[in-house]
């Protein structure tokens, strides 16, 4: 049984973007905008250079910001502030999740590449506020990005969590493979399953998957 699988854990963690919302709400889009907008300004090129750019400091960098950091000594505080100036009017809260979350055993928090002021807004949004123990940002990690291990042994010590007790939910699985070497149960949460062999679990519905994992969860139903 999948919930098994968790009966030892005692610290969950979630990433935020496309995790506790779905992937039809497409913030992304608002926010790549945002950052090609930034990286067209600060660097002076055109926008089909800046989205270039964009796209390939994330996937050398693990996020734009880290790239721009590390090639361009940018500041992190404005850029954030910048790209995470979204709409996020619709959103629907999910009580049903903000439920199956409440009702895990354990300390509950938030892990995004994001900021904290823009997770604490899309929580609200989502009516997933005050069930979190803690909300941490990439600030918080340094401005280092996920996925490196580094930013996550810098959030757990911060957090006291125990990596061998705790389950981490993801939708980039690049992200999960330092928690699956730090002995933490993954969780790929994504439309489509990937194979990869750091994810110990797959779901396309988080509200469904976390209703089978703790028999508090099911009570609720």
Do not use: C
């Not at 990005?145 to 389950?167: S, V, W």
């Not at 509200?207 to 139903?221: D, E, M």
Request: charged content about 25%.
């Amino acid at each position: 049984m999948v919930a098994a699988a968790f009966n030892h854990v005692r610290a969950w963690v979630f990433d935020l973007d496309n995790t506790l919302y779905p992937p039809s709400a497409r913030l992304f889009d608002q926010i790549e905008i945002r950052m090609t907008d930034w990286v067209m300004e600060a660097l002076g090129v055109a926008r089909d250079e800046a989205d270039r750019l964009r796209r390939h400091y994330w996937a050398t960098y693990g996020t734009t910001l880290a790239g721009l950091m590390s090639e361009h000594g940018v500041d992190p505080g404005p850029y954030l502030t910048h790209v995470h100036e979204i709409d996020m009017s619709h959103l629907v809260a999910d009580r049903e999740l903000a439920s199956r979350i409440r009702a895990l055993p354990g300390r509950r928090i938030v892990y995004t590449n994001g900021s904290a002021p823009y997770a604490e807004r899309v929580l609200a949004a989502r009516g997933l506020e005050g069930i979190f123990d803690a909300v941490y940002g990439v600030e918080h990690a340094g401005f280092r990005p996920k996925p490196e291990r580094a930013a996550f042994e810098t959030i757990f010590a911060t957090d006291g969590i125990d990596a061998n007790a705790a389950a981490m939910f993801e939708d980039d699985p690049r992200n999960l493979a330092a928690p699956h070497e730090m002995g933490m149960r993954t969780v790929h949460v994504a439309p489509l399953a990937s194979p990869a062999a750091h994810i110990h679990h797959h779901t396309d519905d988080l509200t469904h998957f976390l209703s089978g994992l703790h028999p508090a969860t099911k009570a609720r139903q």
